[in-house]
């Protein structure tokens, strides 16, 4: 790895993540190697970093995870990179709360060692914006801030303005880049719109790429955030091989269910698993010789009606449940698990029946917030007593359920002593609104794994 830096910004939606794809696909127009990270739980950044430089952004996280597997997944992915490079997540020091640095990007730029640059938006700001970029600058003398890249810069007269403000406050400015509608990606309820409904276009790489060019010294970036000849990462999480026997697990991927970290699918092949993608959307049937199915989120309530007149896949997927075969749902999973979901306009659509409850959606958002997970009993996942963390970000709820499913968690948030039941299982198809992520427990993959091997022929 060549060079490595985090970029960051004062707050949710001054244009880090608009920023952050426009010096990736630069450095990626050049013909240079990129390894993407993303701070936090989130799944729709990564996926545009991917969608931009073909290989898959790992979330590293404060909470989630430790500092020692967080510089582990990062040691692993930018060992062979020309260039890493983190964004984070809301504003550089925003975190679990206002009194330390927990889960913030600061805390994960100083764990992983690597300098900021701080991207600000600059609109009906001139001088003032260089009094905010010292304050972020002198706030934790711990943190390397190096220098600053304005967003959304009026004119060319604006941006001396900028430059003239910034001589004497030690930091360097890389860039004035102004508004442009072309690198603009639409939003929806849960955030950006996804890779997956983006991929038509064909030309973004392009247009990101000429915006930082003609306006970012990206060579001066470059120069200033070398990895020094005698650095040398920590030994991180360590690798085994996969056990002798593959077992053929079935995973949801297509424009409805995309939300997957990484690691969880790298820990889950490293263990035996053979993952087979499939469609809920297209596919009229499961792969042959599945003996598992893993469900994550996405946007099942965008595409309900799709998904509810692929009859076929649902009959097979709610007779797979009752003959026992093992199914691990989280969010979007667990809302197509149930047997219908109600959208925004008040339709209802069938899913595949296996819950006895309804998933309606509400324009505003339900819930947002760290996890842990304690297991009640064993289950396909893990042992009774189990740990494990994630994330929970939902619009809907549960209606109609009478409290006749086995709840097997006991899941709390960040503040001890909150602990609620939740963990819907039936049989061996356990569904949850939370996003596991199974780096915070490195047993998971390989038990859901051997309990596949016991599924079946």
């Known amino acids: 790895m060549k060079s490595a830096f985090c970029i960051a910004g004062t707050h949710s939606g001054c244009g880090k993540t608009t920023v952050t794809l426009g010096i990736m696909a630069a450095l990626v127009r050049r013909g240079m190697r ?70 913030s990007t600061a805390q994960m730029a100083k764990w992983l060692g690597i300098p900021v640059v701080l991207v600000i938006d600059a609109r009906a700001m001139a001088r003032s914006a260089a009094a905010m970029a010292s304050g972020y600058f002198h706030f934790d003398p711990g943190l390397s801030v190096i220098g600053v890249i304005f967003n959304r810069v009026g004119s060319e007269s604006h941006a001396s303005m900028l430059q003239d403000a910034m001589e004497d406050t030690g930091l360097k400015v890389y860039g004035c880049l102004p508004r442009n509608k072309d690198v603009m990606i639409p939003s929806r309820h849960l955030g950006l719109v996804t890779e997956q409904d983006m991929e038509q276009d064909g030309k973004a790489i392009d247009r990101f790429s000429s915006w930082i060019e003609d306006y970012l010294e990206l060579d001066e970036l470059l120069q200033d955030t070398k990895i020094v000849e005698s650095y040398s990462w920590p030994v ?59 469900l994550g989120g996405g946007y099942p309530e965008l595409y309900s009606s799709q998904l509810s007149q692929n009859t076929s896949l649902l009959r097979e997927i709610k007779e797979f449940a009752h003959e026992g075969g093992p199914i691990y749902a989280e969010c979007g999973g667990f809302m197509y698990l149930m047997e219908e979901i109600q959208t925004i306009e008040g339709d209802f659509f069938p899913m595949c029946g296996i819950f006895n409850m309804r998933a309606k959606m509400e324009l505003s958002l339900k819930v947002l917030g760290y996890r842990e997970v304690v297991i009640r009993k064993d289950v396909i996942i893990g042992p009774k007593g189990a740990r494990l963390r994630g994330h929970e970000y939902h619009y809907s709820f549960v209606q109609g359920w009478n409290g006749n499913v086995e709840q097997v968690y006991d899941i709390s948030d960040q503040t001890p002593g909150r602990a609620k039941g939740e963990g819907f299982l039936f049989k061996n198809t356990l569904a949850s609104y939370v996003h596991l992520y199974w780096a915070s427990n490195r047993d998971v993959a390989r038990h859901f794994v051997n309990f596949c091997k016991q599924y079946g022929p």
């Open 34 to 103: 990129v390894q993407p990270f993303k701070v936090g739980p989130d799944f729709i950044d990564p996926g545009h970093h991917r969608r931009i430089t073909g290989k898959d952004s790992h979330n590293l996280d404060g909470w989630m995870l430790s500092k020692e597997t967080n510089i582990g997944l990062f040691q692993r992915y930018a060992s062979d990179a020309d260039v890493a490079i983190l964004e984070g997540v809301m504003g550089l020091f925003d975190g679990l709360s206002g009194k330390d640095e927990v889960a």
């Open 236 to 294: 991180g999480c360590g690798q085994s091989g996969p056990e002798s026997e593959e077992v053929k697990i079935g995973i949801a991927q297509d424009q409805a269910f995309c939300f997957y970290y990484p690691e969880n699918l790298r820990l889950l092949t490293e263990a035996g698993a053979q993952l087979l993608p499939f469609s809920p959307l297209h596919d009229p049937s499961l792969p042959e010789g599945t003996k598992g199915l893993y």
